[in-house]
């Protein structure tokens, strides 16, 4: 059974039809009114151990970035996971999303939603082609424990 959730931001609370229904996250469930900041919403999914779902990349990126910052060798300040879903079309997300949730490899092997989870992993779904999957930043405390335990 899989140990974690995804957040689904307002711009892609359509989409929560494209992942199992235990795994989905609306920001009303996590206490956040639809219209919340951006910078917020990353915190949220931080502290609940939550992967994004958004397609508003751009501003995400940035504000994960901004939290991992903020991290020291005692706070995990870690973003578990950001899906940014390109198209603007609604219909065209859902049909690229699902497709790409399929068929998500990264250095060479398959994975799925608990290895970007895990790994702490972001995916871009465009509208044609692959994802794009490349790592999110580490938090200095994921950094330090693991640097300790070697």
């Not at 951006?38 to 939290?67: C, P, Y």
């Not at 219909?91 to 790994?119: C, H, M, P, S, W």
């Amino acid at each position: 059974m899989a140990n974690f959730g995804v957040l689904m931001d307002n711009c892609t609370r359509h989409l929560y039809k494209c992942f199992s229904e235990r795994l989905v996250n609306q920001l009303e469930a996590v206490g956040l009114p639809p219209d919340s900041s951006d910078d917020l919403i990353v915190a949220t999914a931080s502290a609940n151990s939550l992967i994004i779902v958004t397609n508003n990349g751009g501003h995400f990126v940035q504000e994960v970035g901004k939290r991992v910052a903020r991290s020291t060798k005692h706070v995990c300040t870690r973003v578990e996971g950001l899906i940014i879903v390109r198209p603007s079309d609604a219909l065209v997300q859902e049909r690229v999303l699902r497709a790409a949730l399929k068929n998500l490899r990264f250095e060479g092997r398959k994975i799925g939603l608990q290895t970007v989870y895990d790994e702490a992993l972001q995916v871009v779904v465009e509208a044609s082609g692959p994802p794009k999957i490349t790592r999110l930043p580490r938090c200095l405390l994921c950094d330090y424990g693991e640097s300790k335990a070697s």
